[in-house]
Structures are given as structure tokens and as C-alpha cells.
């Protein structure tokens, strides 16, 4: 079993770039699938991104592309979210998920973390 654990959040301006990192506590993720997911306030938990244990094909909310990157680190036991030219539409609780399978945590299955606050405000 392994514990999803998030960091990097904060207030940011418009703009800015902030990479969110995921770290494996009490495990490893070398055989999951690790994903990031968001809920703003008085929203629903949406999909961000994920990155399948092979680090092959990774997947995008479609209107995220070209802004965020999701990458792993296995040697690092650590999953990074690379968010650029931020916008305070992507304020949100930014949570860190871990699976068998992408469709797995997709589904809201799997290993969850407590979340870290992203804020972009001006």
C-alpha cells in the first residue's frame, strides 16, 4: 500500500508557474499509475493528469494541454505537475492519486493524498 503525499501548492499571480510534486510514502509508485486531480470550491473533483507506471502515453484534461506536464521520477518515489501560465480559473485543492491502472484512479479508485492549495490570484 502506498500513501500519495502532495507539495508545492501556494498563491501565485496570473501568470506564474508552479510545479506540484507527489511523493510514495510507506511505498513505492515504480507500480502504479499516479494522477492529479483538482476540486475548486462549490465544484466537482475534476481530472487533470496521469502517467501510467511505464511512463509511456500520458493523458491530459483536454482544455490542460500545453500548459501542464505531468513526469515521474522513480528513482525519486516522486510525480511532478508541471503548471505554467497559470490562471486563477486553476485555483483549486490539487490532489495526488495512485493506481494499478490510469483507468483505476480515473474512477476515484486507488491511493488517495490530502491535497495541496493552489491559488492564483493577482
Known amino acids: 500500500q502506498v500513501q500519495p503525499l502532495e507539495s508545492g501548492g501556494g498563491l501565485v499571480q496570473p501568470g506564474d508557474s508552479l510545479r506540484l510534486s507527489c511523493v510514495a510514502s510507506?511505498?513505492?509508485?515504480?507500480?502504479?499509475?499516479v494522477g492529479w486531480f483538482r476540486q475548486a470550491p462549490d465544484s466537482d473533483r475534476e481530472f487533470v493528469a496521469a502517467?501510467?507506471?511505464?511512463?509511456?502515453?500520458?493523458y491530459y484534461e483536454d482544455s490542460l494541454k500545453g500548459r501542464f506536464t505531468i513526469s515521474r521520477d522513480d528513482a525519486k518515489n516522486t510525480v511532478y505537475l508541471q503548471m505554467n501560465n497559470l490562471k486563477p480559473e486553476d485555483t483549486a485543492v490539487y490532489y495526488c492519486?495512485?493506481?494499478?491502472?490510469?483507468?483505476?484512479?480515473?474512477?476515484?479508485?486507488?491511493?488517495w493524498g490530502q491535497g495541496t492549495q493552489v491559488t492564483v490570484s493577482s
Open positions: 502517467i501510467p507506471a511505464d511512463s509511456g502515453r500520458t
Open positions: 492519486a495512485a493506481g494499478i491502472a490510469v483507468t483505476t484512479i480515473y474512477h476515484g479508485e486507488g491511493f
Open positions: 510507506g511505498g513505492t509508485f515504480s507500480n502504479y499509475a
